[in-house]
C-alpha cells in the first residue's frame, strides 16, 4: 500500500528564508503525489502535483518541489517565504484505488 | 470560476440532534468524497461516491449517511451526533479518467456539537 511520511511537524522559518518542506513516500508502483495547503478553517487547495512527467513541479504561490525515484522523495520548497506561507501543509499519495493517503502534515510559521 | 461548495461554513448543533452538511460542485466531476479533519489531523475518509455508486470506509460510523440525488450534490448526515463528531467536514470532487484522478475540496463545514 501506498504511504506518504512527513519528516517534522512544524516549521519555523523567517520571512525571506528558504522554506523546505520534507515528503518521503512508500510505493510499489510509480506514484502520484501531491501537495495541498490548508489555511486556518479552510479547506486543503491543491498546490502541485507530480504525475510522472518531470521530476520538478512548479506550482502556485511560488512553491515547487522534485521527485527523487532513488531517495523515495517528493521535498517541497520556496526560494522565499512570505507572511501568507503561514498555514497547514499535507503530502498525499494516490493510492491504487484512488483514495489519496495523507501524511500526518506540517504546520509552517512565518517570523517577521 | 468551477468550484467545489460546502453549506453552512458553520454549523452548531445539539448532542443527537440530527444534521446535515452541504456540498455542491460545478466542475462536473463524477467523484465526491467526505472526509472528517480533527484537529492538527490529516483528513480522514468517511465515503465516496462514484457516479451513483456509494463506498464507505470500512471504519466509518452507522451515525454518518450520504446521499447523492444528483451529479452536482452530495450531502452528509449525521444522524445523532455525539461530542466526538465535532470537526471540520471537507467535501472534494475528481474526474475519475486516467491516473491521477486529483481531488479538489471545498472550504469545508466546521461542525461544533454542544
Known amino acids: 500500500a501506498q504511504s506518504v511520511t512527513q519528516l517534522g511537524s512544524h516549521v519555523s522559518v523567517s520571512e525571506g528564508a528558504l522554506v523546505l518542506l520534507r515528503c518521503n513516500y512508500s510505493s510499489s508502483v510509480p506514484p502520484y503525489l501531491f501537495w495541498y495547503v490548508q489555511y486556518p478553517n479552510q479547506g486543503l487547495q491543491l498546490l502541485l502535483k507530480y504525475t510522472s512527467a518531470a521530476t520538478l513541479v512548479k506550482g502556485i504561490n511560488g512553491f515547487e518541489a522534485e521527485f527523487k525515484k532513488s531517495e523515495t522523495s517528493f521535498h517541497l520548497t520556496k526560494p522565499s517565504a512570505h507572511m501568507s506561507d503561514a498555514a497547514e501543509y499535507f503530502c498525499a499519495v494516490k493510492s491504487n484505488d484512488y483514495k489519496l493517503s495523507f501524511g500526518a502534515g506540517t504546520t509552517v510559521t512565518v517570523r517577521a | 470560476d468551477a468550484m467545489v461548495i460546502q453549506n453552512p461554513r458553520y454549523q452548531v448543533t445539539q448532542f443527537g440532534k440530527p444534521v446535515t452538511l452541504s456540498c455542491s460542485q460545478t466542475?462536473?466531476?463524477?467523484?465526491m468524497y467526505w472526509y472528517q479533519q480533527k484537529s492538527s489531523q490529516a483528513p480522514k475518509l468517511l465515503f465516496h461516491?462514484?457516479?451513483?455508486?456509494?463506498?464507505n470506509e470500512a471504519d466509518t460510523p452507522d451515525n454518518f449517511q450520504s446521499r447523492r440525488p444528483n451529479t452536482s450534490f452530495c450531502f452528509l448526515d449525521i444522524r445523532s451526533p455525539g461530542l466526538g463528531d465535532a470537526a471540520m467536514y471537507l467535501c472534494a470532487t475528481s474526474r475519475r479518467t486516467g491516473d491521477t484522478d486529483t481531488q479538489y475540496f471545498g472550504p469545508g463545514t466546521r461542525l461544533t456539537v454542544l
Open positions: 466542475l462536473n466531476h463524477n467523484v
Open positions: 461516491y462514484y457516479d451513483k455508486d456509494f463506498n
